[in-house]
């Protein structure tokens, strides 16, 4: 997985990056601690495959998410996109990779000008880009609500009049408008009811077949990552802890954090609810200037004092398989 050689090989790659945020200071005074957001995390996500990032609220999903669409300033490490670092781009290379690589938002709604109405927010990109006016504009606009589910006549309506799904519908159309290569799709199906969350997912993963589509799909429910992607990150207070394709994530979890993540999903089959749930005591640590060791510590059942005082590195216990754990663990059998 992490090696100079796959940089040339994937489509995104992902080096020690680092993302601190300041917290206190000014202009004049420097900041006094900062917040380790995302803390030397390296992957690599290949051409049309989906990377299914997973953790709890706070883990740095999202900001990994911003940070590899530059949407944000690194603090340390290196991304690469087609084997080129997009830190190094300049003004005509970074604008080129706006149109390959784009964003699904968790509310869509949030992210319209509300003013405007669903042909200009859709056909903004195309605007902006020059790639169509006009009659082609229109066209295509009527084309790109096709692709998603939606009426061409909802060009001529506000982002209010329409429902939860059909937002999320007219954020997947615009994010496509360029015929990008990569999409960061930050939790969209969170804020959707269930029935809708089935659709919006369809969605998706028929797009990825039809337009060769590379995904990183973020989310806090594991066994949605696990219908969509190809392979697992599993990430804990800015670390990633366990990486694998998925069905070996589920046979094989190594790490008791991706164990409690997936025992701690409601199982609908009454003959499986005898398996034993990891429950997480105490409260996720502190991202501020953490304490040495691994940060799962504090809550993690195998604990010892070794853990407390080294911060373990990824290593591939199994064959693609890298975890981040002193402890020799295996979870439960493969939960269907």
């Keep these: 997985m992490i090696n100079d050689e796959s940089i040339k090989k994937s489509l995104v790659s992902v080096r020690n990056i680092k993302k601190y945020f300041p917290v206190g200071g000014g ?8 917040v380790h957001a995302v803390d030397d995390v390296s992957l690599d996500i290949y051409t049309g495959q989906t990377l299914g990032v997973v953790g709890e609220s706070g883990c740095g999903k999202t900001t990994m998410g911003r940070l590899v669409l530059k949407l944000l300033n690194k603090t340390a490490g290196e991304i690469y996109f087609k084997g080129e670092d997009i830190y190094k ?3 005509q290379q970074a604008k080129h990779f706006r149109t390959k690589a ?38 295509r606009v009527a084309g790109l609500l096709r692709t998603v589910g939606l009426k061409p006549e909802l060009m001529d309506e506000y982002p209010y009049t329409l429902a939860a799904g059909q937002k999320q519908c ?3 159309a615009r994010s496509i ?29 028929d797009l990825q077949k039809s337009h ?10 594991i066994r949605v990552v696990r219908w969509l992607s190809s392979h697992i990150a599993i990430m804990y207070v800015g670390k990633l802890v366990e990486y694998a394709e998925t069905p070996e994530v589920f046979a094989h979890r190594l790490h008791p954090y991706t164990e409690a993540l997936l025992t701690a999903v409601p199982i609908e089959d009454p003959t499986l609810r005898h398996i034993k749930c990891e429950i997480l005591l105490g409260e996720v640590p502190s991202p501020v200037d953490p304490p040495p060791g691994c940060r799962f510590a504090p809550r993690c059942f195998l604990a010892n004092e070794r853990c407390f005082k080294e911060d373990p590195q990824l290593e591939e216990r199994r064959p693609g398989h890298w975890v981040a754990c002193f402890e020799d663990f295996e979870g ?3 939960i269907s």
């Design 27 to 34: 202009l004049i005074s420097k900041a006094k601690s900062y």
């Design 89 to 91: 781009y300049n003004k």
């Design 102 to 139: 784009q964003l699904i938002f968790q509310d869509s709604f949030s992210s319209f000008d509300s003013r405007n109405k669903i042909g200009k927010i859709v056909g903004e990109p195309l605007v902006v880009h020059n790639v169509a006016k006009g009659q082609e504009l229109e066209d």
């Design 170 to 172: 007219v954020g997947v």
């Design 177 to 205: 408008a360029l015929y990008p290569e990569f999409i960061v799709a930050d939790e969209p199906i969170s804020a959707l009811d269930v029935s809708v969350r089935a659709m919006m997912l369809n969605l998706l993963k």
């Design 212 to 221: 060769n589509l590379t995904y990183m799909f973020i989310s806090h429910d």
């Design 332 to 334: 439960q059998a493969e």
